[in-house]
């Protein structure tokens, strides 16, 4: 996904979030992480961090200030 062009007038709030193992599998013998993609996603904290931002716009929108919300997210292609 790429970022919009042209940003729009008023308040611009950013949700950051990371891409990550959920519940990682940890090799007994190597101590190294087994990366799964069943098991990679957002955690509750990004999510609330979405949804906190989706908030703090639709309350700044009623009170007529324009706002927008972008997500920043940090991780693999996948993530998208």
């Keep these: 996904m790429n970022p919009p062009d042209v940003n729009p007038p008023g308040l611009n709030l950013v949700a950051c979030v990371k891409w990550a193992e ?15 993609q069943r098991s990679s996603g957002f955690s ?6 979405v949804e906190s931002a989706l908030r703090l716009a639709q309350s700044w929108s009623a009170q007529g200030q324009p ?14």
């Excluded at 959920?22 to 799964?36: F, W």
């Excluded at 706002?67 to 997210?73: A, D, E, K, M, Q």
């Design 44 to 49: 509750s904290s990004d999510f609330a961090a």
């Design 22 to 36: 959920l519940r990682p599998q940890i090799d007994p013998l190597h101590g190294s992480v087994e990366a799964s």
């Design 67 to 80: 706002c927008g919300v972008t997500v920043l997210c940090a991780g693999p292609a996948d993530a998208e």
